[in-house]
């Protein structure tokens, strides 16, 4: 099993193509990197770049009132769902993983990834919601890719299927990437806590356990928990950065000169260290914001809004609070760090060694106690995630709900107890393989959305 996830992530962010650098450099590109940077770049062009054009209405987007339909979600709150995932283990494992494989130079790359793929955020949000189905055992709506690739079949076919195939392969993508991701998120809670309180894995893996099961095994308590823990969590954290930054303002120029420099230097090229730098940017980037790889529009699609573009333009949004907020809030922790103090270290030991350099030991123990939030939020909102694909694949039946729930509660104990490497590769081939699939039929479906968008904004004007 290990020998096939190693083989698979090979093929999906393994040196695909090579292509030759000034200076005898090479700059490696895997089959994820040439996928997603065109699609970005593609869909940022078809929607005028819808960014920078219509930022104002992201924002505007959060405030469409939610329908009478008690079951139903908001915008707002379907918003939350996704920030729970992505404001989760990318803006601080993932990060830390991405500076410390690519140097400072990766975080331009995050930003890069996080800008282009908001334009794609916006198609899969738009077509989840136009695709929209009732959901009979949560209430309200469910949906994502694996539903409209499933519509698009039939509308093309002119017939009723009970399964497609590339819908089958996206949801059973997305079940093993969240099993993956359950692993990697107790993995590091129980690592942290260990750094700043010395309690022993079994401890903070049980508790993390129980607390998670009693909210995911009941019906609704999922999104009434995120509404309250995302914003409290993120509000504290970029508190605490913004403290760090004015503390540091000296510094802020030479770490922003670092970043440039490093993501185009000629010493990276020269050394052939470019590819390194391009690629830990860009992959943690998807892995952190999402956008491309059909995840967030499972719960774009539970919205209720008066027009699916409304919900399109706040998942675009939510790309930006990921990266170009949360993910740079990580980042700044990092490189306004003596490097002499980090030398050596990875993963949480060296962001909780930041934390200490910039808090002492309050730093320690706040970085444990944010993982902790940011990977509990994660863990719940995967599962949400994970309610319409189950569906998908096993029909409407509190059986299989309930099955695989407990399977990723099984998955988060056993990554608490043994630091896997695997965990991480077995995350990022359920992401890269959800996006393969996924990016295929947004070009064909894409049409849909830049329709529904030209609609909006000739009501707009």
């Keep these: 099993m290990v020998k096939l996830i190693e083989t698979v992530y090979n093929f999906l962010w393994g040196d695909l193509l090579t292509a030759p650098l000034p200076g005898g450099g090479t700059l490696p590109l895997s089959l ?4 997603l940077i065109p699609t970005g770049v593609y869909f940022t062009i078809r929607t005028k770049f819808l960014p920078i054009r219509l930022f104002k209405d992201m924002v505007g987007a959060l405030f469409e009132k939610k329908d009478e339909e008690q079951s139903a979600l908001s915008v707002i709150q379907t918003l939350i769902v996704s920030t729970a995932t992505r404001v989760g283990m990318g803006n601080l494992v993932g990060v830390v993983a991405a500076i410390s494989a690519g140097g400072a130079g990766a975080v331009f790359w995050m930003w890069v990834t996080a800008l282009i793929g908001s334009s ?7 077509l989840s919601q136009i695709y929209k189905e009732k959901d009979p055992l949560y209430g309200g ?9 499933h519509r698009y079949f039939e509308e093309k076919s002119g017939k009723k299927k009970r399964y497609v195939l590339l819908s089958v392969l996206f949801a059973i993508s997305g079940l093993i990437c969240w099993c993956g991701i359950s692993q990697v998120v107790s993995n590091s809670v129980a690592s942290a806590f260990k750094n700043a309180f010395h309690i022993p894995p079994i401890y903070t893996t049980v508790i993390l356990v129980i607390l998670a099961a009693i909210i995911v095994l009941r019906k609704n308590a999922t999104v009434k928990v995120l509404d309250i823990i995302v914003p409290i969590m993120a509000g504290f954290y970029l508190l605490i950065t913004l403290f760090i930054i ?8 030479g770490v922003f000169e ?7 230097g000629f010493r990276q090229v020269a050394a052939g260290g470019f590819g390194a730098v391009l690629m830990n940017g860009i992959k943690r980037g998807l892995f952190s914001n999402e956008a491309g790889s059909g995840s967030a529009p499972c719960a774009a699609a539970a919205a209720v809004a008066d027009n699916p573009v409304k919900v399109g333009l706040t998942q675009a949004l939510g790309v930006f609070i990921d990266t170009l907020m949360i993910c740079s809030c990580t980042a700044m922790i990092m490189l306004l760090t003596p490097t002499k103090l980090t030398e050596g270290l990875v993963g949480m ?3 909780q060694k930041a934390m200490e350099y910039h808090l002492g030991s309050f730093g320690v123990i706040f970085i444990a106690v944010t993982l902790w ?7 719940i909102g995967i599962l949400f995630y994970a309610r319409s694909n189950v569906a998908y694949l096993f029909g409407d039946n509190w059986f299989s709900q309930t099955a695989y729930k407990v399977l990723a509660l099984a998955m988060l104990f056993v990554g608490g107890l043994a630091a896997y490497t695997i965990v991480w590769d077995l995350g990022d081939v359920g992401i890269g393989l959800m996006t393969i699939f996924n990016i295929i039929m947004l070009y064909p479906l894409s049409k849909k959305a830049l329709n ?7 009501k707009k004007s």
């Design 120 to 126: 794609t955020a916006f198609i899969e949000a738009t």
């Design 373 to 379: 939030l940011f990977s509990f939020s994660t863990f």
């Design 258 to 264: 670092r970043i440039f420099s490093e993501a185009f």
């Design 452 to 458: 529904a968008l030209k609609e909006y904004e000739k």
């Design 246 to 253: 004015i503390t540091n303002i000296t510094q802020l120029p």
């Design 349 to 351: 030991d060296l962001l």
């Design 141 to 149: 709506y469910r949906g994502g890719p694996a539903y409209y690739i």
């Design 32 to 35: 994820l990197v040439i996928l």
